[in-house]
């Protein structure tokens, strides 16, 4: 399977994303169980949270935290 790659994402209610895929797809991804890791804590900050933006295969903050391209498809929901 060829890895569908994060076109659009934007921010949701409590710490989730909605992503659009290259595939179509629209997906929900939660990212309230990352917050508690030292290189995530920051986007406990709504503005540093509101950074997010298609990078590469998946997505990226500002501040140069990523999720796997792998992670962010099949560890998200679709809408």
């Not at 994060?6 to 992503?19: E, F, G, K, R, S």
């Not at 990352?34 to 986007?43: C, G, H, I, R, T």
């Not at 709504?46 to 099949?74: A, M, R």
């Amino acid at each position: 399977m060829i890895r569908p790659k994060a076109i659009n994402v934007t921010t949701q209610p409590d710490y989730c994303l909605l992503v659009t895929f290259n595939n179509g797809e629209k997906r929900i991804f939660d990212v309230k169980p990352y917050l508690d890791f030292k290189p995530f804590a920051e986007l406990k900050n709504l503005t540093i949270f509101n950074t997010v933006k298609p990078s590469g295969l998946s997505i990226e903050w500002i501040h140069g935290q990523d999720i796997c391209p792998d992670e962010l498809y099949f560890n998200s929901v679709p809408v």
